[in-house]
């Protein structure tokens, strides 16, 4: 096999992985086999091993000696932790996304889809809407222009279903939390970058919070 295919295929095997544990096909605490992966992807282990010792580098799995490698299983006080360091990155980032006039046309349109989504009758798409919650929040993040605090902001590993959602799902929360979406993308139309810095740390402290209630009630 040469360098080049291997390596195209450590990243399909990482992207995959990835992928399937953000969106929750593999859940926290599932062991992943060397084995049977190397039969899934059609190759030998060491692709494998090495997709996983990247996955382990970027904290979506945790690589426990004579045991195995297992998908990561976040406490709530790992997610506190998270979530801490999440809101003064996109504090920042919607400070300078104010500062330089950012065009949040794609911030509206994707609250614009999950509105349809809380609307829709039937039941609730819990996935496509929180895929969609993610988006929301990379984007504003991308809008500040800066590619290390993107790069930092996604090396968070935010999953989706995982720690965007969280929380009691019912379409008066749902409801809530896009009203703050929507003065969070005002801030930015307005170029209030004291304004939208202030409200962000409120919209995701409020989230810290429900995580370190979580925790202490064990």
């Excluded at 295919?5 to 605490?29: A, E, F, K, M, V």
């Excluded at 190759?43 to 990561?72: M, N, W």
């Excluded at 979406?181 to 202030?198: P, T």
């Amino acid at each position: 096999m040469s360098e080049t295919i291997s390596s195209q295929l450590i990243d399909h095997i990482y992207d995959t992985l990835r992928d399937q544990i953000r969106s929750g096909i593999l859940p926290g605490g599932t062991k992943l086999s060397e084995n049977t992966l190397a039969a899934t992807f059609a190759c030998s282990r060491t692709p494998v091993r090495e997709a996983l010792k990247r996955l382990d580098q970027d904290g979506f799995v945790v690589t426990i000696a004579h045991s195995g490698t297992y998908v990561k299983d976040l406490t709530m006080q790992e997610y506190q932790h998270l979530t801490e360091v999440r809101a003064y990155l996109e504090a920042l980032a919607i400070r300078s996304a104010c500062e330089q006039h950012a065009d949040a046309t794609a911030l509206e349109q994707i609250l614009d889809t999950m509105d349809g989504l809380i609307e829709e009758k039937g039941p609730f798409h819990i996935q496509k809407f929180s895929e969609l919650h993610y988006r929301f929040h990379f984007e504003l993040v991308s809008l500040a222009g800066n590619d290390l605090l993107t790069l930092t902001y996604s090396r968070l590993n935010l999953g989706e279903a995982a720690l965007l959602f969280n929380q009691t799902m019912n379409k008066r929360g749902l409801k809530k939390t896009q009203e703050e979406h929507r003065k969070l993308v005002a801030a930015i139309k307005s170029h209030d970058a004291i304004k939208g810095e202030r409200f962000m740390l409120a919209h995701l402290w409020r989230k810290r919070n429900q995580f370190k209630k979580q925790d202490q009630e064990g």
